[in-house]
Nanobody
């Protein structure tokens, strides 16, 4: 089993920045990639970005390219999501995920965190 613990959410004005963190524990050696999904009120969960643990290959949704950057610190089993130039439409609960593939739109994550709220005011 893998446990995921997110931190770093909050309230920010449009154009501002936030950094989310996710620490993995447990069977971290079984993880191929980690990343983030989000879910806005009344909408389905949406893929945001992922990164592979060994090589650091990344894959991001078109809606966040150029604004969000995913990175990792393998020594800490932690993945980060730096979010810049935030927009009100980025408001959502952000979930940390871990799984067997970089493209988690096709191969869904095996593990989910509890989620952290990000609210962007206009």
């Amino acid at each position: 089993q893998v446990q995921l613990l997110e931190s770093g959410g909050g309230l920010v004005q449009a154009g501002g920045s936030l950094r989310l963190s996710c620490a993995a524990s447990g069977r971290t050696d079984s993880i191929y990639a980690m990343g983030w999904f989000r879910q806005a009120p009344g909408k389905e969960r949406q893929f945001v970005a992922t990164i592979t643990q060994k090589v650091g290959s990344t894959y991001s949704a078109d809606s966040v390219k150029g604004r969000f950057t995913i990175s990792r610190d393998n020594a800490k089993n932690t993945v980060y999501l730096q979010m810049n130039n935030l927009k009100p439409e980025d408001t959502a609960v952000y979930y940390c995920v871990a799984g067997r593939a970089l493209n988690m739109k096709i191969i869904p994550p095996d593990y989910w965190g509890q989620g952290t709220q990000v609210t962007v005011s206009a």
